[in-house]
Structure formats: structure tokens, C-alpha cells
């Protein structure tokens, strides 16, 4: 088995990790995001390489510049650069992953938990960006690729990028080991889901060992979430108990918007798989701060952060 990953950040990086293990041939391709003509012919050619080493090759596309406060043109030039791939790669994979986002495109849903009989309904450019390339992948369905949407819930762990000021655990974490205040725009009462990012992994090569038992063209979607939800009340009283101190946080005035109150979810597709997310919050959290901590001895925070 071949397995291409696109997107080396937080997910790629330990999906590529988790299959090596499992004795996968894994592909990386360096992506000039910045230059979209050179960035496309860069995963087109690795495309083509995957396809040589082997016909039945697989694709997990971890990507994604893109946070909730990106700029709309910035992800519209994301989303262009993945409908222009789509269209393009020949010969499709057999099984393609894609990263989504169960946050950006359940915002504006109606009646937690939200599952995935619910209908997507995003409130902000970041999660109408998400849809938009989970709609554009019906291309690869056409060509016979099966096709695997994964709306996965708030992820976090070890590696995170700090300088995107995104991932309430990683953020925490960085308070705790820098004591600089955290500003907090959203309610203590806000209901999130947060699933470690090496159990993350090993769900999506369980997705795509059992995506390649099915006929071509078919298009699973599947939450990838622990179904445990988590106030950010008790998400600080955790890192109490992690940390033995309270983070340094302040409460501002929330934006409104796309920040929403209640944004629980489960996952009623292949939930024998969601074996894989196994990892409590506690021993999440202790790892990701000793990375966060780590990292700033090493002083790569100071170069991140300024």
C-alpha cells in the first residue's frame, strides 16, 4: 500500500508517522502554498509518483492554511487550488481522506449533537471553505475514487502551530509554560469536543483501510470526535489539575458570530472504529504541555511567537 499525504502540520505529520509504522509506503510532497500554479503542478507531479509506485495508491489530504479568522480570499484561493487538483489527477486515488471541519460546518446547524444526518449549515467563510472542498470532491468520486469526508472535531496535541492562535489546549498549555494571559472570547460555558491527535490518526487509516473495501464511488462522511463533550470551565480546571496551578486566563467580551454555545457531537457512522479515540484528556494535555514546554527551552517558541 501507497499512501500519499498532503499536509505535513499537526494531523499529516502523525498520520504519515502512524502509517510508516504499519509498514505503509508513505509520500510527502513539499507545496509552495503560497504560488498556486507552482503548487498545483507540485501535487500533481507527486500524484503521478504515487501512482507509479503503485496503481491502487491512497491520498490523505491533512491540509489547511486556513483558521477561523483567515481571510475569505485567502481561503478562496485554498479552495480553488483543491478543485483545480481534483480535477486534474489522473489516475485518481483508489481511497481519498479528506481533512474537514466539524466546528466551521456544523455552526449554524440546529440540535446538538450534531451527527452526520445533519445538514452543514457553516456561519463563517472558514467553515463555507471546508464545505466547498468536500462538495468539490465529488470529482474523484466520479472517477471512481472512494471517498472519505472527515469532519473532525476540535484536535490538539504535541506539534501544534502556536503561531495560528488556534487550539484552546495547545493555548493553555502556552500560558502555562510562558505565564503570558490567555484571552478568552468565548463563553466558559461553550460545549466543545477534543480528540488527541495520534487517536485521530489512527482513525483515519482505520477510515481508509475499510474506504478500500468499498465500491468505487462511494462517499462516506464520518465525525471524528470522542462524543465526550467539554465546557471551557472544565477544560481550565483540568489544566488545574495537569498543572497544579489555574492558566493565567481572562474573560473578554465574546465576538458572537461563529462562536456558538453548544457544539456537541457523535458520530453514528462506523462507530466501531471510534475505538481508536482512546486517549483521556488529562494524559493529552500533560503530553501536549510537556511538547509546548519543551519547545520554549528549546527557544522555538521564542522565534515563533517574537
Not at 140 to 146: K, P, V
Not at 187 to 204: G, K
Not at 218 to 243: E, H, N, Q, W, Y
Not at 265 to 272: F, H, I, Q
Request: proline residues 6%; contains cysteine; aromatic residues 6%.
Amino acid at each position: 500500500m501507497t499512501l500519499l499525504v498532503v499536509g505535513r502540520g499537526l494531523l499529516g505529520t502523525r498520520v504519515a508517522a502512524a502509517a510508516e509504522a504499519r509498514g505503509i509506503v508513505v509520500l510527502g510532497v513539499r507545496v509552495p502554498w503560497e504560488e498556486p500554479a507552482a503548487a498545483l503542478d507540485a501535487l500533481l507531479a507527486a500524484a503521478a509518483s504515487a501512482a507509479a509506485e503503485d496503481p491502487d495508491w491512497d491520498l490523505a489530504w491533512c491540509a489547511g492554511a486556513g483558521v477561523v479568522a483567515t481571510a475569505e480570499e485567502d481561503l478562496a484561493a485554498e479552495v480553488a487550488l483543491f478543485r483545480g487538483f481534483v480535477s486534474r489527477v489522473r489516475p485518481a486515488p483508489r481511497t481519498f481522506f479528506l481533512s474537514s471541519s466539524a466546528g466551521g460546518l456544523y455552526a449554524g446547524s440546529a440540535g446538538p449533537p450534531f451527527t452526520e444526518a445533519h445538514e452543514p449549515r457553516p456561519l463563517a467563510p472558514y467553515g463555507r471553505a471546508k464545505l466547498a472542498m468536500e462538495e468539490a470532491s465529488d470529482e474523484l468520486a466520479a472517477a471512481g475514487t472512494r471517498v472519505l469526508l472527515g469532519r473532525i472535531a476540535n484536535l490538539y496535541g504535541p506539534g501544534q502551530d502556536l503561531e495560528k492562535q488556534q487550539g484552546l489546549i495547545s493555548q493553555l498549555c502556552l500560558t502555562h509554560v510562558t505565564g503570558r494571559p490567555l484571552r478568552l472570547y468565548v463563553s466558559f460555558d461553550s460545549l466543545r469536543d477534543y480528540v488527541y491527535v495520534d487517536d485521530a490518526a489512527d482513525l483515519v487509516l482505520a477510515m481508509l483501510a475499510r474506504g478500500a473495501t468499498l465500491e468505487p464511488g462511494s462517499i462516506v462522511v464520518k465525525i471524528l470526535a470522542s462524543g465526550t463533550p467539554t465546557s471551557v470551565a472544565v477544560l481550565v480546571d483540568a489544566c488545574v489539575r495537569a498543572f497544579r496551578r489555574r492558566p493565567h486566563v481572562v474573560q473578554c467580551a465574546t465576538t458572537g458570530g461563529a462562536q456558538v454555545l453548544d457544539l456537541r457531537l457523535r458520530s453514528g457512522v462506523w462507530p466501531d472504529l471510534d475505538a481508536a479515540l482512546h486517549t483521556p484528556l488529562l494524559v493529552g494535555l500533560r503530553a501536549t504541555a510537556d511538547d509546548v514546554e519543551a519547545r520554549h527551552r528549546a527557544g522555538e517558541l521564542a522565534r515563533q511567537l517574537g
